[in-house]
């Protein structure tokens, strides 16, 4: 109980602390631009019980796009179980640990993040490195997704982060990320997450 108390005093301190003094300069938008495969958390092959709870292992998919390393997400879903990333038994997961195995596995490097700020999101992206963020859903649920690049404005300042939501894909174009203001993100972020290399 003392832990989740804490968590939320901290995930509090920080959307605050950032909302009001993120305003720091960035000197470029970072130059990758990745060709990703969109992977929705609903696909049809998927059954109704994994739909819901897949968000995570599509990001991953995603990322396997990148090199035309991507699978059927079933196959994904028996990794998981196998590096027991998913708790059936009370409904919970995914633990990062466990995309984090699956992730080594088919060699990209990748680290857990407990504290993943807004600065050090632009720190992770503008170095090459994409994330699976840890977020809630509008029904306040535990849900992951994937960003992959920011764009600033005209002031150099941070604008928009571009992302890729299991639960939702660009409406014009599903391989085309979605842009969110980076105050939206600061409302709905659980500051923890997965960088991968």
């Known amino acids: 109980m003392f832990r989740k108390i804490r968590k939320n005093i901290i995930i509090f301190f920080f959307k605050t602390l950032e909302s009001f003094i993120f305003n720091h300069k960035i000197i470029h938008e970072p130059t990758h ?7 929705s958390q609903h696909s049809p092959s998927v059954s109704h019980y994994w739909q819901p709870r897949i968000c995570a292992l599509a990001c991953i998919n995603m990322i396997f796009s990148i090199k035309n390393n991507d699978t059927n997400l079933n196959k994904l879903i028996s990794l998981g179980i196998k590096y ?22 088919h060699k990209f490097k990748a680290k857990i993040t407990k504290i993943l700020t807004l600065n050090k999101i632009i720190n992770v992206l503008s170095s090459q490195k994409i994330i699976i963020a840890s977020v809630k859903s509008n029904n306040n649920i535990d849900h992951m997704i994937l ?20 639960l ?3 409406p014009t174009n599903n391989n085309e990320p979605i842009k969110l203001s980076f105050q939206k993100f600061l409302k709905i972020s659980n500051y923890r997450g997965v960088i991968v290399d």
């Open 147 to 166: 960003i992959t690049s920011f764009e600033i404005n005209k002031n150099k300042r941070l604008a928009k982060l571009y992302l890729f939501d299991p």
């Open 84 to 105: 027991n990333g998913y708790n059936t038994k009370t409904d919970k997961g995914w633990y990062h640990m466990a995309l984090v195995n699956i992730l080594s596995q």
């Open 33 to 39: 631009k990745l060709k990703i495969k969109y992977y």
């Open 168 to 170: 939702k894909p660009n």
